[in-house]
Nanobody
Framework: QVQLVESGGGLTQAGGSLRLSCAAS????????VGWFRQAPDKEREFVAA????????LYADFVKGRFTISRDNAKKMTYLQMSSLQPEDTAVYYC????????????????WGQGTQVTVSS
């Protein structure tokens, strides 16, 4: 059974840090691009960051550059999103997704999605 399970979300104050994790199972994780997306209430899901299957290529949304870092451990079938300097506008449900994608920032092409983890940043 294909699964992506996010963890690490929670409540933090502005300026704080969180590390999200995404555990994969049921598919050949090492051959998939992994992306992180987020969705705030009443907003569309938006791209946050992605990492290629080999980890040699990453892409970030402009609004997280310099604050978030994506990484992966293929041996453990894990992907991570280290988030720092968090701001209230970063409050959202964060999803990880895996797929054989061409455009990292587009949701189309991502075949597998997790259920999401809530991140709340207070001012």
């Amino acid at each position: 059974q294909v699964q992506l399970v996010e963890s690490g979300g929670g409540l933090t104050q502005a300026g704080g840090s969180l590390r999200l994790s995404c555990a994969a199972s049921g598919f050949t994780f090492r051959s998939y691009t992994v992306g992180w997306f987020r969705q705030a209430p009443d907003k569309e899901r938006e791209f946050v960051a992605a990492i290629s299957w080999g980890g040699d290529r990453t892409l970030y949304a402009d609004f997280v550059k310099g604050r978030f870092t994506i990484s992966r451990d293929n041996a453990k079938k894990m992907t991570y999103l280290q988030m720092s300097s968090l701001q209230p506008e970063d409050t959202a449900v964060y999803y990880c997704a895996a797929g054989h994608v061409i455009k990292f920032e587009h949701t189309t092409g991502y075949e597998h999605w997790g259920q999401g983890t809530q991140v709340t940043v207070s001012s």
